[in-house]
Each structure stands twice: as C-alpha cells, then as structure tokens.
C-alpha cells in the first residue's frame, strides 16, 4: 500500500489549541510527538535484528537470510573477547571465542563478515564500546576496499563507555582515555565520515541491570551531558557533533510507561540541547533513537509466551515513535536464536508494520490522559535525577562513587523481592505456572569455532608485512602519548592487518586498565 504524504500543517489539528502549544506538532521542537513531520505514514522504522555468532561466515550467511526476510538495516553482535580487545587466540578469549557474538580480530574477519554485501547499500550498525576506534576503522577499511567512499558510508557505532562503568562491564581503559578515544570519533567522522552515528549512547544496558524507566532515561542522559561537554572541551561546537548523536533505549511491557518515557526522553534531549548547551540546529535537538526488546523480561518457563512479550514491547516501540527496532526472539532465555525463531521475531515487527494501522497515524496517542500524564511525570522525575547528578559534578563523579550503580541496584532488589512475594505477577513464572514447559530446539556454538579462528589469524600474521604493522602500532603508541587524534594511527593499523588486540594491547601501555571497585 502507499504510503500517503500528510503536510506539517494538517498534523494534530484535531487537537486543542493550548494542547498544540505546549506539546506541538511531529516533526517541530520539542519533538515530543515525534521528529519527523509525518513519521512512520512517510517511512517506516528501521528493522535492525541484532546479529552475530560463532565465525564472521556463519553470520554472514545470518546477515543474507535477515536480509532476504525483509530486514533493512544490519546490526553487528560481537563475542566478549572482541568487546574487550582481545584476538581469539589470546589466553584470555579461551572458551568464549564465538559464544555470544561473532569473532573478529582483524581486518580479513571484517571482510569475510560484509563478504557478498556491498556498504553503500545498507546501514550497518555496531554494539562495540572500548575498541570501538578499532571496529570503525576496520569497516571504513573495507569500504575502500569496495570503492565505497567513507563520506557515503552509513551506520551507528555504539561506542557509548560510560555505561560500560555503570551497567555492563565491557571496559579497557580508565574513563580520560576512553573520552578522548570518543570525542577522537566526534571529530574524525565529521571530517571523513559525516552520514555516520558517531555514538549510540544506551539507556538499554542500564535498563537491563533492573532500572526503572525513570532511571534509564535520566542516567543515560547524565552519560550524554558528560559526552558532551568532553566533545565541546576538545574543540567541537555542539551543532558539528550533537546531529550524529544517537540513542539506545529498552521498551519493556508496561505499554503505557514505554510510549511515556520515549516522549519525555525526546521532550527532555530537545530541552537540554537547546537550552544547556546552545545548540541552534534543530537536528541538534532531535533525539532520534534505537529500540530493543527487553531480554530481561523474557522467561525460560512456557518460553511461547516471549512471543507476546516481543509483541507487547515493539508495539511500544512504535507507538512510542522509535527510528529503529530489534525484536528479542523467544529461545533468548536459552540461548542465541535459531533461524526459525529470528525470523518470528523479525515476523512480528513487520505484522506490526502492514497490518495493525498504528503506522497509519503519525501519533496514535496523542492526547491521551494517560500517557501525557505519564510523559510529564517521567520528564520532571528525570530532571531530578539530573539535578542530583549535576550537584555531584557531573556522570564521571556519580560512576566513581557508585551512585548510579547503587541506585539501578536498589530498583533490581524491589522488582525481585515483588516478584518473590508474588506481589509483581509473571506469567508462567509466579503465576499460572503447568507441570511440563516446552524447550526450543537451541543454537549451539561448536567448540571447533575456536580452532578455526586461530587458524585465520595464524594464516593472517604469515601473509601480513609484519614490518608495515610494526611501525603502524609504533606510530600509535607514540600518537597515544601525546594528544593527537588516534583515528588516523588506527586506521593505517588495521589496513596493514594489526589485529584488535595488537592494537588494544598498545594502548593498555599507554592508558592502563580500567578497575571497578566494589559496590555495596
């Protein structure tokens, strides 16, 4: 079906004057109702499936099925020793290699990974935060080798390591040396790789650590100040940087909480932008962000349910009027999804999409007392989170003293003990449990993935101008020592195959490691 162009000015009309004044329209600031005039009647979210297991062939041969399924945007999976600079015959990557992503320690990984899918014709983004510098590199290395220029590449890296700190774990370095490597992708992308999202800053991590909604919006957006203003001491003017900032939130089954909070976050950026910061463009402004279903809420008890749970979540979502969306499968309480179940899960967004109608309108629930009541109290809730924080010094000075981590834990602690006294009801769980559940047929890693990367890597090193890498990573260590921008140092790197630890390695010289103290 086509889909029907709706003017700016027609949007909302419908509504009381007072109500459009102090919310507007789609598209215009504070962008609570959306940041596109015509949202989803214009173009439909991005349905991103996140993806990435075993060896860079076998989630390639994932990547051509999403695709063929009707997917259109590519989202990167990574295994732990990836996320954490190691190459996959490294002592410290033993019995993870593959496990919970895809392996990659060099540019022919990267290559086998993309091998049969050209970078200009789709967005590819990337769940990688401390070597984040070294993934990126890798991608617009093989962009030239596809003679795709890096101005037309298009994708989002994660690159968000506060959060890291906070809720996850995947962190190298302290936090200074790890903004400077962030703010390093600010500038090196607005010169070099303009359509690209420099940062996916994530509430998403947080929210799966047991915060409440309140808490993923505002810690996140503590975490986004801290971005910039290290982006802003290092040069950049909010109007280059702040239109490639991107954001990454949860949606869990509360529905009406879940549209509340993607308003009032939009709401909430607008404001912070504008009037903290000074920002003038209203692509500045504009909080455009990825969404995913919450793992956390899926079950391994009567695991079909998570079909509804999936459904329930996206729907939020939409409703909410996310840019992009990847929908859990229903075998994620087990394991990595099968063939069968992604496809389900991709299944449900695209039902949600052609045949539901919420898509039709550009915010089906406008106006609605619930949900602007919900939006208000979120916004005013989070504010005060962010006025503690700013007391503190600021989203650096909360993580060291264990103020976030504290509170997400306090949050967790409550749900569990509700949970447990039956006063917080999970079906299948607490609640309307059967003697026998169903387990799915699960996707297993095979051992022998480890085996076969080490041999890549062997074959890589032996073909590889060993004397080209020595003095790339040479050239970086001396870069990292002073204060250049390192872009340019690990992108000369990873061309000439430096791996990923080889690289990581240099700067774990130069900036040490990051170790979190203890949390009570």
């Given at each position: 079906?086509?889909?029907?162009?709706?003017?700016?000015?027609?949007?909302?009309?419908?509504?009381?004057?007072?109500?459009?004044?102090?919310?507007?329209?789609?598209?215009?600031?504070?962008?609570?109702?959306?940041?596109?005039?015509?949202?989803?009647?214009?173009?439909?979210?991005?349905?991103?499936?996140?993806?990435?297991?075993?060896?860079?062939?076998?989630?390639?041969?994932?990547?051509?099925?999403?695709?063929?399924?009707?997917?259109?945007?590519?989202?990167?999976?990574?295994?732990?020793?990836?996320?954490?600079?190691?190459?996959?015959?490294?002592p410290m990557a033993v019995g993870e290699v593959g496990k919970?992503?895809?392996?990659?320690?060099?540019?022919?990984?990267?290559?086998?990974?993309?091998?049969?899918?050209?970078?200009?014709?789709?967005?590819?983004?990337?769940?990688?935060?401390?070597?984040?510098?070294?993934?990126?590199?890798?991608?617009?290395?093989?962009?030239?080798?596809?003679?795709?220029?890096?101005?037309?590449?298009?994708?989002?890296?994660?690159?968000?390591?506060?959060?890291?700190?906070?809720?996850?774990?995947?962190?190298?370095?302290?936090?200074?040396?790890?903004?400077?490597?962030?703010?390093?992708?600010?500038?090196?992308?607005?010169?070099?790789?303009?359509?690209?999202?420099?940062?996916?800053?994530?509430?998403?991590?947080?929210?799966?650590?047991?915060?409440?909604?309140?808490?993923?919006v505002a810690f996140t957006f503590a975490n986004a100040i801290a971005y910039v203003e290290a982006a802003m001491q290092a040069g950049l003017s909010i109007d280059e940087f702040a239109p490639r900032l991107t954001f990454f939130f949860a949606a869990q089954n509360n529905l009406l909480e879940e549209v509340a909070k993607f308003r009032a976050a939009r709401r909430l950026w607008a404001n912070l932008t504008r009037d903290r910061f000074g920002a003038q463009k209203p692509k500045s402004m504009m909080l455009r962000f990825h969404t995913q279903t919450a793992g956390v809420t899926l079950a391994a008890q009567q695991p079909m349910n998570n079909?509804?749970?999936?459904?329930?979540?996206?729907?939020?979502?939409?409703?909410?009027?996310?840019?992009?969306?990847?929908?859990?499968?229903?075998?994620?309480?087990?394991?990595?999804?099968?063939?069968?179940?992604?496809?389900?899960?991709?299944?449900?967004?695209?039902?949600?999409?052609?045949?539901?109608?919420?898509?039709?309108?550009v915010d089906p629930l406008a106006g609605s007392y619930s949900v602007e009541r919900l939006t208000d109290e979120i916004e005013t809730s989070a504010l005060s989170y962010?006025?503690?924080?700013?007391?503190?010094?600021?989203?650096?000075?909360?993580?060291?003293?264990?103020?976030?981590?504290?509170?997400i834990q306090e949050s967790a602690y409550r749900y569990q003990n509700a949970v447990e006294a039956e006063q917080q009801v999970v079906v299948g769980v607490n609640h309307y449990q059967t003697e026998e559940d169903h387990q799915p047929r699960l996707l297993r890693v095979d051992?022998?993935?480890?085996?076969?990367?080490?041999?890549?890597l062997k074959q890589v090193r032996a073909g590889r101008d060993n004397g080209a890498v020595e003095r790339a990573v040479a050239a970086l260590q001396d870069a990292a020592q002073g204060d250049a921008n390192l872009m340019p140092y690990i992108a000369e790197a990873v061309e000439v195959y430096a791996t990923i630890g080889e690289i990581c390695n240099v700067l774990r010289r130069t900036f040490g490691e990051y170790r979190a103290s203890s949390v009570v």
């Open positions: 079906m086509e889909r029907l162009y709706v003017p700016p000015e027609t949007v909302g009309q419908e509504f009381a004057a007072d109500y459009v004044e102090r919310v507007g329209f789609p598209g215009q600031y504070p962008f609570t109702r959306g940041v596109y005039p015509t949202m989803y009647r214009g173009r439909l979210w991005t349905m991103r499936q996140y993806a990435g297991y075993a060896s860079a062939e076998e989630t390639n041969a994932r990547y051509k099925f999403l695709l063929e399924q009707g997917q259109t945007g590519l989202s990167v999976a990574f295994d732990l020793p990836t996320q954490i600079g190691y190459d996959a015959d490294d919970v992503g895809v392996s990659i320690s060099s540019l022919a990984d990267v290559e086998a990974l993309f091998s049969g899918i050209p970078l200009d014709k789709v967005s590819t983004s990337m769940t990688i935060n401390s070597p984040a510098a070294v993934l990126l590199a890798m991608y617009a290395a093989l962009g030239k080798k596809q003679d795709v220029p890096s101005d037309q590449l298009r994708g989002t890296i994660q690159n968000d390591i506060l959060k890291e700190y906070v809720a996850r774990g995947t962190y190298i370095f302290p936090p200074a040396p790890s903004m400077r490597l962030i703010t390093d992708i600010f500038s090196y992308c607005k010169d070099h790789m303009p359509r690209w999202n420099t940062i996916s800053i994530s509430g998403y991590h947080i929210r799966e650590a047991g915060s409440t909604a309140v808490q993923e079909v509804v749970r999936v459904t329930i979540q996206a729907l939020a979502a939409v409703l909410g009027g996310t840019q992009s969306l990847h929908t859990n499968s229903m075998d994620e309480a087990f394991s990595l999804p099968t063939e069968e179940t992604v496809q389900v899960a991709l299944r449900t967004q695209q039902i949600i999409a052609h045949e539901s109608g919420v898509a039709d309108t962010l006025d503690r924080i700013d007391k503190m010094g600021g989203a650096l000075a909360a993580i060291e003293s264990g103020y976030m981590q504290g509170e051992e022998s993935v480890q085996t076969a990367q080490i041999e890549r």
